[in-house]
Structures are given as C-alpha cells and as structure tokens.
C-alpha cells in the first residue's frame, strides 16, 4: 500500500503536523513533524489537539504552560500563545484543543516548533497534532 502525504490532497482537511511524546517538561524547542515526512508548504490550521500520550504519561499537568511558534526559539508568530495552559489534561482520556492565535488563522509556510514557557515539573509527555489544510497557488 501507498504512503498518502497531505501535499496529496491540497483543500482537503487532514492532519499536517504531529509531535508525538513531547517532553512537557523541558522549555526547548520542539518540531513538529509533517506528516509523511514530505515538507508541506502553504497550509491553513484549522486545529491543534493536545493530549496525554498514554504510552508514558502517569502525571496530572498542572503547571506547564506554553505555545507554538512558526520558527525556532520562540520565533517568527505565535500560532498559540505563550501563555496557553494544559492543565485540562488531567488523565489519559482526556485531551484539550489548543486556541490558535491570530498568526496560526493565516497562511503558514514554516514546520511549527512547540516552545514551553514554563515546564511541568516532573516527566510528563503530549502527543499534539496540527490540523489544517493544504492551500495551493499562493
């Protein structure tokens, strides 16, 4: 069977972006990966869903606090804000959308990085997921 990528299907919403097992307790960068790992340009995020990864988290979040940013180092626009809280996620069935911030709503050309302001303390680790769509002709 035939690996899709997203630059398979421009306008169709899908999952762009994945950071699966990001350490929420670390304030480093942290890139996403395109999907298929093709590089995708010009794309819309529709959604950003955080949630406990079930593989190795055990701990409630409570403190970590954080956004994601169109380059490295806190950098470029905020796709979500700095000041965005996680402490929804508060077992393994749970999950939290992510606001998306002014920059995020508009077209993106750079892989996200996901930048903690504050970390969580102890281990704890988030599969996030960009949503969006492919754009063409920008």
Avoid at 70 to 94: D, E, F, M, N
Avoid at 103 to 125: C, E, M, W
Wanted: proline share 5%.
């Amino acid at each position: 069977m035939a690996l899709v990528v997203p630059s398979q299907y421009p306008g169709v919403e899908q999952v762009l972006f994945k950071l699966v097992g990001a350490n929420f307790n670390v304030t480093t960068d942290q890139q996403f990966v395109p999907i298929g790992g093709v590089p995708i340009n010009n794309y819309f995020i529709t959604r950003i869903r955080a949630a406990l990864d079930p593989a190795s988290t055990t701990t409630n979040l409570t403190t970590a606090a954080g956004g994601i940013y169109t380059a490295a180092s806190k950098g470029g626009s905020a796709i979500v804000a700095a000041a965005q809280a996680y402490t929804t996620l508060a077992a393994v069935a749970t999950g939290v959308d992510l606001t998306i911030a002014a920059a995020g709503a508009q077209p993106l050309t750079t892989t996200p990085y996901l930048s903690l302001t504050t970390g969580q303390g102890a281990a704890a680790t988030v599969n996030l997921y960009i949503m969006g769509f492919i754009v063409t002709g920008l």
